[in-house]
């Protein structure tokens, strides 16, 4: 029902563990605009563009934390327009190659109606990289929902322009258990992020869509 900011939650991780090789503490940013908010396979916009954005703050000792926020619309008594969210944990590497990452985050919505829609969640990751290859999977939970989440994502660059991922999510438990997948691919030019990306899942009545996305990193 919410997000996966498309720059998941996992990839934090790198950041944490990589981008500030020079550095103690590193702030970046991000902003997209995208023609459809997709978290788990679900339209979070009712198929309509949102705005995105957010700051995430890493250290090289492997802790990072962050914000993220994006325009919603779930069509409902809500009435809610806005999802912020605010994420911590800690990210490192281990063997050759093996990556880990554990943390929480929290899902808001600050102009809803409802209260009840706010909950929390907490995760944990691995990741291995084979040269051009980036194979990653994670779990979450939530305890107000009592639901349990899986997903694996793999990733190939195929040229330092244009790269390629496939993700497979499915609740191992709550909200029946479906299914979710997506395919696409980015192109990186002049600071700009492109992606094309197709969604699908396996619930009752699900469309299946395709979404362009720019993003950009500050």
């Known amino acids: 029902m919410r997000t996966l900011f498309s720059a998941s939650v996992f990839a934090l991780a790198a950041i944490a563990t990589t981008a500030t090789a020079q550095a103690e503490v590193e702030l970046s940013g991000n902003v997209a605009l995208t023609t459809d908010y997709h978290w788990r396979g679900v339209s979070q916009s009712n198929q309509d563009l949102a705005v995105q954005g957010g700051f995430d703050l890493a250290t090289d000792a492997g802790f990072y934390a962050g914000t993220w926020a994006s325009s919603v619309d779930f069509l409902d008594s809500t009435d809610t327009n806005l ?3 605010f994420y911590a944990g800690y990210g490192g590497e281990f063997g050759e190659g093996f990556g880990f990452d554990v943390g929480a985050i929290y899902y808001a ?3 809803s109606d409802d ?3 706010d909950f929390y969640e907490i995760y944990a990751g691995l990741s291995k990289s084979f040269s051009s290859v980036d194979l990653s999977g994670m779990l979450s939970y939530d305890p107000d929902n009592e639901t349990l989440y899986a997903n694996a994502d793999a990733g190939m660059a195929f040229s330092d322009f244009f790269s390629a991922s496939v993700g497979l999510g499915q609740y191992l438990d709550g909200f029946d258990e479906y299914t979710n997948y997506n395919i696409g691919g980015t192109y990186s030019a002049g600071g700009f992020d492109l992606d094309l990306r197709w969604y699908d899942n396996d619930a009752d009545g699900a469309d ?3 979404v362009f996305s720019i993003a950009k990193s500050l």
């Open 115 to 117: 209260g009840d829609l």
């Open 208 to 210: 299946d869509n395709v």
């Open 109 to 111: 919505y600050p102009d």
């Open 83 to 85: 999802e912020v969210d």
